[in-house]
Each structure stands twice: as C-alpha cells, then as structure tokens.
C-alpha cells in the first residue's frame, strides 16, 4: 500500500521529464517550422498577395519619402581686448570688465553658453522659421568649455541645409552683438567673431526613408 503513492509521484516525474525533453529537442522545433510553412503554403492563396502587396509598400515608401540633408558650420568667440592703454604714459589701464559686463566672467565660454541658450529660444526658432530655416542644432562641445558655436542646419536638399546653417550662424553673430549693446558695453571691446569652419557641403539622412520603409514592412 505505502508503494502506490511513491509510484505515482515517480511516474508523474517521469511524465514530466519526457516533457522537458521534448520541448528541447530540436527535431520538435523543425517540426513547427515545417508545420508553419505547410500552413503558408495551404494558404498561399493569401499569403502570396500579402507578401506581393509588403514589397510594393516597402518600394514605394523607399522611393516616395525623400531624405533629408544637414549641413554643419561655426564661428568661434574672441574675447575683447584685456586693457586700455591708449590713455598715456603712467596712466591707469581701464580694464575690459568695466568696459563690456560680458567680458565680468573671465570665460568666453560662458558666453557661448548664453548665446546658445538665447539661439535655442522659442522666439529665436518661430523667427528664424519665418525665414525658412526648417530645422537646426546648435552642437555643444564634449568639454563645455569651448568658445565654439557649432550649427547643424536642416533641410530637404543639400542647398536648403546650407543656407540655413548659414542664416543660423549670421543671426547668432547679430544677437552676440545685440545682448552687448543692451548691455551698454563699449564697442572697442565687444566680444565678436570669427568664421571657423563655413557650412560647405551637405550630407544626406535616410532615418525618415527608412522609418517610412519600416511602418510599411509592418
């Protein structure tokens, strides 16, 4: 009688263990590919105008979404003059602190810092919209420190993306110039710049191609 019990538990283990082996055999696997695939086939009725129909959307997405293009500039900040000593011999130089309250941080980079603050505006972005400038990134140094203001404009061809790049650029070189004059700092010793590298060429994103292409394989 005390047997019954133990056997039962020792033949549902067994059970239980030529289940487990099964589910990881590898020929039970196949064994589902191929019952898949006589599934499509049975049905290819179907399937066959369901995979015709993907690669034309998958076609037509690819052809009709255009990519596109961005184009990379910047200009880089030069810190006004350190003194005034145009006063005459034996005479006090009047530091650029007192002349320019922008120059009070002793860091041109804290300057770029707001310029791109003001050039990531709302405001700032609905005007330049206005002007046809799409889309823009202003690139931020891995540092932090760097006097460089870096733009990455947008657009649908390669001279579109140009020329906002360089829209972008040019008001960034006139708002520079304006937070001074609000500011009441001496011209002589404005904080200005220099062209670095002028946004030349365009290359080419494929992400909205590529999305468009996706949505249609789903």
């Given at each position: 009688m005390t047997g019954g019990p133990f056997r039962?538990?020792?033949?549902?283990?067994r059970m239980a263990l030529s289940g487990s082996v099964t589910k990881s055999d590898p020929s039970a696997v196949s064994m589902d590919v191929l019952s898949l695939l006589r599934l499509l086939v049975s049905h290819w009725r179907v399937t066959v105008p369901a995979v015709l129909l993907t690669l034309f959307g998958?076609?037509?997405?690819?052809?009709?979404?255009?990519p596109t293009y961005n184009a990379t500039g910047s200009i880089v900040l030069l810190s006004p003059p350190a003194a005034d000593i145009s006063s005459g011999p034996g005479s006090a130089p009047?530091?650029?602190?007192?002349?320019?309250?922008?120059?009070?941080?002793?860091?041109?980079?804290?300057?770029?810092?707001?310029?791109?603050?003001?050039?990531?505006?709302?405001?700032?972005?609905?005007?330049?919209?206005?002007?046809?400038?799409?889309?823009?990134?202003?690139?931020a140094s891995a540092s932090g420190?760097?006097?460089?203001?870096?733009?990455?404009?947008?657009?649908?061809?390669a001279d579109a993306a140009i020329q906002s790049t360089e829209v972008v650029l040019e008001?960034?070189?006139?708002?520079?110039?304006?937070?001074?004059?609000?500011?009441?700092?001496?011209?002589?010793?404005?904080?200005?710049?220099?062209?670095?590298?002028?946004?030349?060429?365009?290359?080419?994103?494929?992400?909205?191609?590529?999305?468009?292409?996706?949505?249609?394989l789903a």
């Amino acid at each position: 009688m005390t047997g019954g019990p133990f056997r039962a538990l020792r033949q549902e283990e067994r059970m239980a263990l030529s289940g487990s082996v099964t589910k990881s055999d590898p020929s039970a696997v196949s064994m589902d590919v191929l019952s898949l695939l006589r599934l499509l086939v049975s049905h290819w009725r179907v399937t066959v105008p369901a995979v015709l129909l993907t690669l034309f959307g998958v076609v037509f997405a690819l052809q009709t979404s255009s990519p596109t293009y961005n184009a990379t500039g910047s200009i880089v900040l030069l810190s006004p003059p350190a003194a005034d000593i145009s006063s005459g011999p034996g005479s006090a130089p009047t530091p650029a602190a007192d002349r320019n309250p922008f120059a009070r941080y002793g860091d041109i980079a804290i300057v770029n810092d707001i310029l791109t603050r003001v050039m990531n505006s709302d405001s700032k972005r609905a005007e330049l919209a206005s002007r046809g400038v799409t889309d823009y990134e202003i690139v931020a140094s891995a540092s932090g420190r760097d006097p460089v203001f870096e733009v990455t404009g947008e657009g649908p061809n390669a001279d579109a993306a140009i020329q906002s790049t360089e829209v972008v650029l040019e008001e960034a070189e006139a708002a520079l110039l304006e937070l001074q004059r609000a500011e009441e700092a001496d011209p002589d010793y404005f904080i200005e710049s220099a062209p670095l590298e002028p946004p030349s060429t365009a290359t080419a994103v494929y992400g909205s191609t590529v999305r468009s292409a996706i949505a249609a394989l789903a």
